[in-house]
């Protein structure tokens, strides 16, 4: 079982940055392909980015394209999600994710963290 807990978030101006981490429990955490997803007010929860276990591959919602960055320290047992050039529709509670799925498939998580608000101002 993995634990994600989620921190860095917060209130920031559009245009402005933000690093999100999720930091897990466990020792297989490099066993798990790691994702991140929102939700905002009133809207479903959408997926955002996601990691393969080793890192070699990303892969984002084209809302995300060229703005955020995610990425994983294996090590450190944490994955990080870099937003740039923020914009008020990107407020939402950002969660953090674990899957064991098929990388090439949906991305279904089999944990998720309790979420972190991200708040862009205009």
């Known amino acids: 079982q993995v634990q994600l807990v989620e921190s860095g978030g917060g209130l920031v101006q559009a245009g402005g940055s933000l690093r999100l981490s999720c930091a897990a429990s466990?020792?297989?955490?490099?066993?798990?392909?790691m994702g991140w997803f929102r939700q905002a007010p009133g809207k479903e929860r959408e997926f955002v980015a996601k990691i393969r276990r080793s890192g070699s591959s990303t892969y984002y919602a084209d809302s995300a394209k060229g703005r955020f960055t995610i990425s994983r320290d294996n090590a450190k047992n944490t994955v990080y999600l870099q937003m740039n050039s923020l914009k008020p529709e990107d407020t939402a509670v950002y969660y953090c994710a674990a899957s064991t799925g098929n990388w090439y498939g949906p991305y279904i998580p089999n944990y998720w963290g309790q979420g972190t608000q991200v708040t862009v101002s205009s």
């Open positions: 466990g020792r297989t955490f490099s066993t798990y392909d």
